[in-house]
């Protein structure tokens, strides 16, 4: 038996479709803030989040009363969240180190991390307040010592969201703006008259916010492709199929567009998993979110072995790729192209995406067969230098650099 699938998404063309319409209507709009600045921002905000101030820029009396409206409860959470968070981040800064060598007697050769020196950090809020993405943006880049850190989400009731603004302002941005989706993008990275753009861009977004910054990479840097959410579950008969389709539609229901694929070697999980999500969806109450995504954009696989199911986990690169088989180590050691594995039944993505303390800012896409998530080393950029120190040292690079000079012509 071949590789098959159970069932189909949209066909890659469709897809096609809807990205080019993503794209037309971003362009449009970063014309529109390059040419009017505030203005644009103003009528963005109005038109797509009912939302107006003068200045989108949280004073430090805003901020604090924002911050008193979070529980005691909540605060102690999102506190928990940043501890896992920095701690882990920390790790990777260490694992990063300053070189100097001495190649030849007088010759030396190095390089230094430099922390990029503004970074704007968006925060969705849109759908669901997603306070975690703080955590992951701000904390990392005040952990990689950026000393400009601003971060913007959209609001959420009419008023920025208290436990986004207590996430960033913990997390150590120094700016925090109100503003949503692709004008906050763009004033972050074109600026305007009341923001000063950043060097580089990060932080996840819906289809219209990846299209943004993919647009605007060039003019400033970016983390990664951090688009709709994708999840992918690789099983075997191990598993329970309540857990698979759980885990399927725990992503699913971030937006419309959210792919979900099932990769399995057993006809039965995948029949039966596909019947419990049918299940899960009359009683979820994010079902009209969930049902669309997995209407339009999910997959089931069926293979033959695990060779085939890696094979085909490594071509599909997704973002969130839960690992539930006999054999989960296995896959850690084979599996290169996805954003982030989670490793056995216990392992959910959710508890990733929040808590546990790696980065949820992960690459969508394919774009994991070329880069990793977010992390410390993202907001750090590797520069050398060299220097020679003694005349002999001198006259021997010369020698060989005249020759290989004449070489090229």
């Known amino acids: 038996m071949a590789i098959r699938k159970i069932k189909s998404s949209k066909s890659e063309d469709e897809k096609l479709e809807e990205d080019t319409k993503v794209k037309t209507v971003v362009e449009k709009t970063l014309k529109e803030v390059e040419a009017d600045g505030d203005k644009a921002i103003r009528n963005l905000s109005q038109k797509f989040d009912n939302f107006d101030r003068s200045n989108f820029l949280l004073t430090k009396s805003e901020i604090e009363a924002a911050m008193q409206k979070v529980s005691v ?32 007697p007088g010759v030396i050769l190095g390089h230094k991390n430099i922390p990029v020196q503004s970074v704007g950090c968006y925060v969705p809020g849109g759908k669901f307040p997603m306070v975690a993405s703080a955590h992951m943006s701000v904390l990392t880049a005040s952990v990689a010592g950026v000393p400009r850190i601003i971060s913007s989400a959209p609001p959420v009731n009419g008023e920025p969201h208290p436990a986004i603004v207590a996430a960033m302002k913990m997390g150590g941005a120094h700016e925090i703006y109100v503003l949503g989706g692709i004008q906050a993008v763009a004033a972050m990275a074109i600026g305007t008259e009341t923001i000063e753009p950043v060097h580089m861009l990060v932080g996840p977004g819906n289809a219209f916010v ?7 990479f060039g003019r400033v840097g970016i983390d990664l492709f951090a688009g709709p959410t994708e999840t992918m579950v690789i099983a075997d008969d191990t598993v329970d199929p309540e857990m698979c389709a759980t885990d399927l539609l725990g992503q699913a ?3 419309y567009n959210s792919p979900a694929c099932l990769i399995t070697n057993s006809e ?13 969806l009359k009683i979820l109450p994010t079902s009209e979110t969930a049902s669309a995504s997995w209407r339009d954009y999910g997959d089931v696989v069926l293979c033959d072995s695990h060779q085939e199911m890696l094979s085909m986990a490594n071509e599909m690169a997704y973002e969130h790729v ?3 088989t006999d054999r989960d180590d296995w896959y850690l050691e084979h599996m290169h192209s996805y954003g982030a594995l989670f490793l056995g039944q216990r392992t959910n993505v959710a508890n990733g995406d929040k808590v546990i303390g790696t980065n949820h ?9 070329y880069t990793g998530g977010l992390w410390v ?29 004449v070489l090229e012509g």
């Open 73 to 104: 409860r909540d605060m102690e959470d999102i506190k928990f969240a940043q501890s896992q968070i920095r701690r882990f981040a920390e790790e990777q800064m260490n694992s990063m180190k300053n070189i100097e060598i001495e190649t030849l």
């Open 377 to 405: 080393g993202k907001f750090l950029k590797t520069h050398s230098y060299q220097k020679i120190i003694t005349d002999e040292a001198a006259a021997k690079i010369g020698e060989y650099g005249s020759r290989l000079c």
């Open 322 to 324: 839960q690992v539930m």
């Open 268 to 280: 039965n999980l995948a029949a039966t998993t596909i019947n419990e999500i049918e299940r899960l």
């Open 210 to 216: 990846a299209e943004a910054k993919r647009q605007l």
């Open 361 to 369: 800012t992960l690459p969508t896409k394919k774009a994991g067969r």
């Open 253 to 255: 229901e971030h937006g």
